[in-house]
C-alpha cells in the first residue's frame, strides 16, 4: 500500500482484511487529497465507493424487496416500467438487469443533455432525474435478453428507478430505512443535493465540466447530474462500514458465516443475484488464489471488495485512483498483485487455489 502511493498508483488508500471474522489488518495509507493542497489521510474518512453501490444498496434493496413478497427476481420489468411493454425489451426480467444479461449497453453520457440545460438549477433538480431515468428507459437494446453478459450500468439506473416506484420512497431513504440504519457503526450512504452530511472526504478527480476537485460529491456524472443518488453509484464509505455491512448481508440470506458451503442460499438470494460480480477464469481482479466460488466488485474510483466464502477472507481496498485524473488506470495491476499478498500471507500458499 505504501509502494501504491509512491508509485502514484493512488494518492491514499483504506485497506480493511478480515478472516473468519476478524479484522486481521485495517490501515490507511497516503493522502485524502494532493490538489490544490495535500491533505493526509486519516481514519474514518469517507471514500467515493462508486459501483460497489451496486451489490451494497441496490442489489441489497431488491433482495429485502423480494423477501417481502412485494416482487419476484423473475418479474418481468414491464410490470414496473410502461417503455418495457414492447418487443424485446417484454422479455427482460428483474434479474436480468441484476445480472447483467438485460441486453442494454454498458454506458450512455446522459449526463451531458442535462448539463447542456438551459433552465438554471436543473441540474441535480427532480426533473434532471427523471430525464436520465426516461432516457435509460428510452435506451435500446443492443443485444437480445439472456443471451449474452454485458456490464451495464444502465440497467442499475433502471433498479434503482424500480425500486423507487415500488417502494414509493427515494432510493437513499429506502436504502437507509432497510438497510444502513440496521448497522452499529455509521453506514454508508448517499449524499443527495440539498441534504449532504459533513465529514472528512477524500478526494476523486479535478474534474474539467464542473470546474472543481470533486470532493464529497458524487464522481460519476450521470449519478452527479441525478441529484446524487442513483442505481449504479453514488454510496459514500468507509472500509469498515462496509465489512460490517456484508456481515449483516450474510446473514439476511440465510448465511451464519461467510464460509457457509457453496449452495446453500437459493437463486434469488445468490451473490449475483445481489449484484455481486464473480471470479474470472483468468486474469481476475481478486488475483490468483481466491477460490472459484469467490465473488466481489470494482468501483471506478478505486474501490474493491472480494470475498472468498471457502476461505472466509474479505478484503475491502478503498482508494482514490482517481484524483487528481481519472486518467490513471495502473490500480489494474494492483489488485491482483495485493490480493495475492494477502491470500499467501492470511491463508497460506499452501490451501491457494492457482489460475
Given at each position: 500500500m505504501q509502494e501504491g502511493v509512491a508509485l502514484e498508483i493512488f494518492s491514499g488508500g483504506e485497506l480493511l482484511v478480515a478472516h473468519r471474522h476478524t479484522?486481521?489488518?485495517?490501515?490507511?495509507?497516503?493522502?485524502?487529497?494532493?490538489?490544490?493542497?495535500?491533505?493526509?489521510?486519516?481514519?474514518?474518512?469517507?471514500?467515493?465507493?462508486?459501483?460497489?453501490?451496486?451489490?451494497?444498496?441496490?442489489?441489497?434493496?431488491?433482495?429485502?424487496?423480494?423477501?417481502?413478497?412485494?416482487?419476484?427476481?423473475?418479474?418481468?420489468?414491464?410490470?414496473?416500467?410502461?417503455?418495457?411493454?414492447?418487443?424485446?425489451?417484454?422479455?427482460?426480467?428483474?434479474?436480468?438487469?441484476?445480472?447483467?444479461?438485460?441486453?442494454?449497453?454498458?454506458?450512455?453520457?446522459?449526463?451531458?443533455?442535462?448539463?447542456?440545460?438551459?433552465?438554471?438549477?436543473?441540474?441535480?433538480?427532480?426533473?434532471?432525474?427523471?430525464?436520465?431515468?426516461?432516457?435509460?428507459?428510452?435506451?435500446?437494446?443492443?443485444?437480445?435478453?439472456?443471451?449474452?453478459?454485458?456490464?451495464?450500468?444502465i440497467g442499475f439506473i433502471l433498479l434503482g428507478k424500480i425500486i423507487e416506484a415500488v417502494s414509493q420512497q427515494p432510493?437513499?431513504?429506502?436504502?437507509?430505512?432497510?438497510?444502513?440504519?440496521?448497522?452499529?457503526?455509521?453506514?454508508?450512504?448517499?449524499?443527495?443535493?440539498?441534504?449532504?452530511?459533513?465529514?472528512?472526504?477524500?478526494?476523486?478527480?479535478q474534474c474539467p465540466w464542473r470546474g472543481e476537485v470533486v470532493l464529497g460529491k458524487v464522481h460519476d456524472d450521470n449519478c452527479y447530474v441525478m441529484g446524487g443518488v442513483a442505481g449504479h453509484a453514488g454510496l459514500f464509505g468507509t472500509a469498515h462500514a462496509v465489512y460490517e455491512l456484508l456481515l449483516q448481508t450474510s446473514l439476511l440470506l440465510g448465511e451464519t458465516t461467510l464460509a457457509s458451503p457453496p449452495g446453500r442460499t437459493s437463486a434469488a438470494c445468490s451473490p449475483p443475484a445481489q449484484g455481486w460480480d464473480t471470479k474470472s477464469p483468468e486474469n481476475s481482479s481478486s488475483g490468483r488464489f481466491f477460490s472459484p466460488e469467490s465473488f466481489g466488485h470494482l468501483g471506478f474510483t478505486g474501490t474493491s471488495i472480494w470475498i472468498d466464502p471457502v476461505n472466509d477472507l474479505v478484503v475491502v481496498l478503498l482508494t482514490n485512483r482517481v484524483h487528481p485524473s481519472r486518467k490513471n488506470e495502473r490500480i489494474r495491476q494492483f489488485r491482483p498483485e495485493i490480493h495475492d499478498i494477502i491470500f499467501q500471507e492470511v491463508i497460506g500458499a499452501s490451501t491457494a487455489y492457482s489460475t
Open positions: 479484522i486481521r489488518f485495517h490501515k490507511v495509507f497516503g493522502f485524502s487529497q494532493i490538489v490544490p493542497t495535500p491533505i493526509p489521510l486519516v481514519m474514518h474518512s469517507f471514500f467515493d465507493l462508486a459501483s460497489l453501490t451496486k451489490p451494497l444498496a441496490t442489489g441489497r434493496a431488491i433482495q429485502c424487496l423480494i423477501n417481502e413478497g412485494i416482487i419476484k427476481v423473475d418479474d418481468p420489468v414491464s410490470n414496473f416500467i410502461t417503455e418495457y411493454k414492447n418487443g424485446e425489451k417484454e422479455k427482460v426480467t428483474v434479474a436480468d438487469l441484476l445480472l447483467h444479461r438485460s441486453g442494454l449497453p454498458a454506458w450512455k453520457p446522459y449526463y451531458e443533455a442535462i448539463r447542456n440545460a438551459a433552465s438554471p438549477g436543473f441540474l441535480g433538480s427532480y426533473a434532471a432525474k427523471h430525464a436520465v431515468y426516461q432516457m435509460a428507459q428510452d435506451e435500446p437494446l443492443i443485444a437480445a435478453p439472456d443471451t449474452c453478459r454485458l456490464y451495464s450500468d432510493l437513499d431513504q429506502f436504502c437507509t430505512d432497510q438497510i444502513f440504519s440496521k448497522l452499529k457503526c455509521e453506514g454508508p450512504f448517499f449524499q443527495p443535493f440539498g441534504k449532504e452530511r459533513a465529514g472528512r472526504f477524500v478526494a476523486t478527480e
